[in-house]
């Protein structure tokens, strides 16, 4: 099976199997599969015959869907398995949102509860058949969280450019605890991503941003399982949050994909959602401006705290594809939001919920109908960021003019049934 890359800005394509991040003009570079050949397999029939499957590499909701992702030996394959998430009824975090058919695909239920679990798996694939032996990423916290684990398992050395003290705490914790080498930069996110850049490119070392063609094919699988668990039914909407932009370039890729094969013959719209603090794609989207990457970015979503993201090319081709819409939304929005979606018994780390704030933003703004099918996709595990949950609950996010509208307090009481009944009196029948 062939494939090779081809430059998103002015069509040069180049060997997939040679290393290449950028293609000469600068541009970002697309894996480019070959479709008539990949037609005749009738894939929607060998997907659904996988389903369930205990082989391996076909166990995993990535590599169920080889051919269509990375056809590559399967001696090169390193998998966890990854993916097989659940997709969730959002429940009341659906009503907060005032939408009727609301289901949440739960990312964060990935190996390392993330969704970089999914492109990860398909990038160390690529590192182990390029001959790579150290990898390396900038990352707010998830991708170095997978990469380290990714990297630990295929027995490479992962090397991680973090920011200095903004990264959530379960992330560093995963970093550290997988055997990442961890190099923490006097800068933000912006910052470690120009120097990993310059590090591959001179020290002869894979780079596994989602820069890399690979991770974003391996990140398709989320959109292919949600389909395959909607009995390939599409779905009004898809909505997610934004950061780099490479989940929603992978989403509508996927799409574009299956539409080409006749595997769905409908395009849903997506919806991007970035914080307000770190919105390069909603102002472009917005104003109708050239692209311009904003200075400083600032947002408790720390997994989206990106403010020149790689892939806003590729990113803005998708939505302009399906008819989508970009919208901000704020840190108490995104935070308020979070409150349902954990309150629902669901969970997910703050960049997750801005895909529910985002969804009653733009239900209250008419762009989406109450009685539309939507799904929203959550990237994240709650444990993720656990410092932003209970300072949440303990109204301790006043610093960031945070009110905590939805907080379920701890209460101290004295060890006594009578201090035990006037707390709990209301709750016994
Ligand atoms: C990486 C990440 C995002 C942002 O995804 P992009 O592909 O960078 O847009 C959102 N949420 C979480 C939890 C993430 O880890
Ligand atoms: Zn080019």
């Known amino acids: 099976m062939n494939i090779k890359l081809k430059c998103v800005s002015c ?110 798996t398909c990038g160390i694939t690529a590192a182990r058949k390029m001959g790579a032996k150290l990898v390396a990423c900038a990352s707010t916290g998830n991708t170095s969280a997978s990469m380290a684990a990714y990297a630990a398992s295929a027995g490479m050395v992962g090397v991680i450019f973090i920011p200095e003290g903004k990264i959530a705490f379960g992330k560093l914790t995963q970093a550290l605890a997988y055997g990442g080498k961890t190099l923490q930069i006097n ?12 590090v591959c490119n001179t020290l002869n070392i894979y780079l596994l941003n989602s820069i890399n063609p690979f991770r974003i094919e391996g990140q398709k699988a989320i959109v292919f399982e949600i389909l395959q668990q909607l009995d390939w039914e599409v779905p009004d909407w898809f909505i997610l949050p934004g950061g780099n932009l490479g989940n929603n370039t992978a989403l509508s890729k996927g799409l574009m994909e299956l539409l080409e094969l006749g595997i769905i013959d409908k395009i849903p719209r997506i919806a991007v959602i970035q914080a307000s603090g770190a919105n390069p ?14 200075r400083n970015a600032e947002t408790i979503a720390t997994a989206i705290k990106i403010g020149n993201p790689v892939s806003w090319e590729k990113s803005m081709r998708g939505i302009s594809w399906s008819g989508g819409y970009v919208e901000q939304v704020t840190d108490q929005e995104i935070m308020d939001a979070k409150a349902w979606v954990d309150g629902a018994g669901i969970g997910a780390e703050p960049a997750s919920c801005a895909t529910v704030a985002g969804a009653k933003k733009l239900v209250e703004a008419g762009v989406m109908d109450p009685g539309e099918k939507v799904v929203g996709i959550l990237t994240g595990h709650l444990l993720k960021d656990p410092d932003a949950t209970v300072n949440y609950h303990k109204s301790n996010l006043t610093d960031r003019d945070i009110v905590s509208n939805f907080a379920n307090a701890p209460i101290q009481i004295e060890p006594t049934l009578d201090a035990v009944r006037e707390h709990i009196s209301s709750l016994i029948q």
């Open 11 to 120: 069509g040069k394509e180049y060997d997939a199997f040679k290393i290449r991040y950028k293609c000469e003009c600068d541009g970002t570079l697309d894996v480019i599969h070959d479709i008539e050949a990949l037609r005749k397999l009738n894939l929607k029939k060998v997907f659904d015959e996988r389903w369930g499957t205990r082989e391996k590499p076909y166990d995993s909701g990535v590599w169920r869907y080889k051919e269509l992702i990375f056809p590559v030996e399967n001696e090169y394959i390193v998998s966890k398995p990854e993916g097989n998430t659940n997709l969730y009824d959002a429940g009341r975090a659906g009503r907060y949102a005032g939408l009727e058919h609301f289901l949440l695909k739960h990312e964060g239920e990935n190996p390392t509860c993330s969704f970089k679990d999914r492109g990860m």
């Open 281 to 294: 794609l909603y102002k472009m989207w917005k104003n109708k401006a050239p692209y311009e990457r904003v």
């Open 187 to 198: 800068g933000d996110f912006d910052d470690a991503m120009d120097l990993v850049q310059e």
